[in-house]
């Protein structure tokens, strides 16, 4: 059942959080105290240990916020849409929102402090990062963070986070430590300029265990990492599996906040045959249902981050936690199974964040990747004779399936991608895959993309 399809015939769930009971005594208090949710209005609230506060445990990713065109071709954000949205979200009781200098071309921040000064300061929460992915100097670093609270036109920023760290030790110095940036971060959050410090990772196992050390030294309040019921233990080209990070942060009695708990919306959507599984075991539950359902039921999750440029996405997410109902064990397991089916599918692990763009030759990466997974989800690619047909007849009719869907993949891919965006305009600069939190090899699935429109384009005209 599709996300927009499941809206007409979705209902309230009823709300119970259960303990996993696997940790330290120590942790399992911590856990416990921060699981007694509290309900602000009807949504799911998780307790902030550090202040007391209470936060919606749906929170407010503001990576995707509505874009309209404007002069010149380019995109701009549609900011009364955007404003639409957080006074919807607000008024349902969410009140954490997620931005970063370098979202949507640098017009997230502002965009996201526009909407939310329209509204009391106790309100919401905000959290934004230190993105110096190009310059790491002091002098850059230290532009970014004060231009945040210019954009954001905030005196306090409650979460700030340092950015998508997890490539190596040595990076994470540079950007961070030999700059002096740590120190002067530790000494704001002193001050009260800063309420919480943490940092998002990307990155894998031994990276994660060697930065969790410097816990000791730097005293983190929360980890944002990426957390689904696919990467929980199937993160794919290098990441670390989700459940190993939730078990040591846990551990470690430090907060999680959760981004991409839909895999950049492949979980949302997902194939024929996975899609019929999910409706079997619920008719109601949307596919993103039970990814955001898998993603708050674990004690320790502060908030999940959900990129709502819909206001269907935020409907159908509101429903979801308001209340949550945790998933048993059962359906934990069940779960367990569907990602090890989606781990099989031959996409590209892209959850269209967009740090490797703009391209300087032009492609939509993530876009091309979109495409892509789309019509292998939608058995659009992929579907081939295997030489262990049954009879003539089936064979016959899986040829004839193929023609028909290569057609469609096509006519598709000239429809959604651009002609001057397409994968056959990247020359392999790898200008991009240093850019990219999932350490794709951009230029090789492009290649992999192009090959396969050639070939198709090819049999169709022979």
Not at 2 to 10: E, H, N
Not at 163 to 170: F, I, L
Request: charge should be neutral; aromatic fraction near 10%.
């Amino acid at each position: 059942m599709k996300r927009r399809d499941f809206l007409k015939i979705s209902s309230a769930a009823i709300a119970s959080i259960a303990m996993d009971g696997r940790f330290t005594a120590a942790a399992d208090e911590r856990a416990s105290d921060r699981s007694k949710t509290s309900v602000k209005g009807a949504i799911t609230c998780r307790k902030d240990l550090k202040t007391g506060d209470d936060i919606s445990l749906l929170g407010y990713g503001c990576m995707r916020w509505p874009m309209i065109a404007s002069d010149g071709g380019q995109k701009r954000v549609d900011q009364q849409k955007v404003n639409e949205l957080t006074d919807q979200a607000i008024a349902n009781g969410v009140n954490y929102f997620d931005t970063a200098p370098v979202y949507l071309r640098g017009q997230s921040e502002k965009a996201t402090g526009a909407a939310l000064a329209r509204h009391p300061r106790e309100k919401w929460k905000i959290a934004t990062k230190l993105s110096n992915f190009q310059d790491w100097s002091r002098e850059a670093s230290m532009k970014m963070y004060e231009d945040s609270f210019r954009n954001l036109g905030v005196d306090v920023i409650d979460y700030y986070l340092l950015h998508a760290v997890g490539d190596s030790m040595e990076d994470f110095n540079k950007r961070y430590v030999d700059n002096g940036m740590l120190d002067f971060l530790t000494r704001e959050r002193e001050k009260g300029k800063i309420v919480h410090l943490g940092y998002s990772f990307h990155g894998d196992r031994k990276m994660f265990d060697t930065l969790l050390e410097t816990h000791s030294k730097w005293h983190w309040d929360f980890i944002q990492i990426q957390m689904n019921y696919v990467d929980w233990d199937y993160a794919e080209s290098g990441n670390c599996n989700a459940r190993h990070m939730y078990d040591k942060l846990t551990g470690a009695g430090i907060p999680v906040i959760i981004m991409e708990p839909l895999l950049g919306g492949r979980l949302a959507n997902v194939a024929d045959s996975v899609e019929e599984k999910l409706r079997l075991r619920d008719p109601r539950a949307s596919a993103a249902r039970w990814a955001f359902r898998f993603a708050g039921s674990w004690d320790n999750v502060l908030c999940v981050l959900s990129g709502m440029t819909f206001r269907e996405h935020l409907e159908d997410n509101l429903e979801t936690f308001s209340p949550l109902k945790a998933l048993d064990e059962s359906e934990k397991e069940f779960l367990s199974r569907i990602a090890k089916l989606i781990h099989d599918y031959p996409t590209v692990p892209c959850t269209g964040c967009d740090y490797c763009m703009p391209c300087p030759y032009g492609v939509d990466i993530p876009g091309n990747f979109r495409h892509y997974n789309k019509c292998v989800q939608e058995g659009f690619v992929d579907i081939k004779p295997d030489g262990k047909n049954e009879s003539a007849d089936q064979y016959n009719q899986e040829m004839k399936e193929f023609r028909k869907n290569r057609r469609k993949y096509l006519i598709s891919y000239q429809r959604d991608v651009m002609r001057e965006s397409r994968a056959n305009k990247c020359i392999n600069c790898g200008q991009c895959i240093q850019h990219c939190p999932q350490d794709i090899k951009i230029p090789q699935e492009l290649r992999k993309i192009d090959l396969l429109v050639e070939n198709l384009r090819r049999s169709i005209e022979d």
